[in-house]
């Protein structure tokens, strides 16, 4: 059974700094991507950065330098830095993979618990 476990989320001031992590346990063939994505109250969960298994980066609209995410694919694990954070980057942050469980199964899309960043003075 593939778990993500997301941690590193919490109250910080406009401008300010965090890092959210990732880390993925369980057995599974193989892994697609990894990645954050976040949700507000009434809206659709939306990407916020993610990182496919050959590398290449993708990000929102528009976070990309004040954001970025890192992966170890030793470790399983996806970090995503947040720098110069404003309040309408407060949201539930996710942790996202996409990993195919056993041989000759279709890739799933697993989900972290969620952690509540908050920016705000």
């Known amino acids: 059974q593939v778990q993500l476990v997301e941690s590193g989320g919490g109250l910080v001031q406009p401008g300010g700094s965090l890092t959210l992590s990732c880390a993925a346990s369980?057995?599974?063939?193989?892994?697609?991507?990894m990645g954050w994505y976040r949700q507000v109250p009434g809206k659709q969960r939306t990407l916020v950065a993610r990182?496919?298994?050959?590398?290449?980066?993708y990000y929102g609209n528009s976070l990309q330098g004040r954001f970025t995410v890192s992966k170890d694919n030793a470790k399983n694990t996806v970090s995503l830095q947040m720098n110069s954070l404003k309040p309408e980057d407060t949201a539930v942050y996710y942790c996202?993979?996409?990993?195919?469980?056993?041989?000759?199964?279709?890739?799933?899309?697993?989900w972290g618990q969620g952690t509540q960043v908050t920016v705000s003075s």
């Open positions: 990182v496919l298994s050959g590398g290449n980066t």
């Open positions: 996202n993979a996409v990993i195919s469980p056993r041989l000759g199964t279709p890739p799933y899309d697993y």
């Open positions: 369980g057995s599974f063939i193989n892994m697609y991507s």
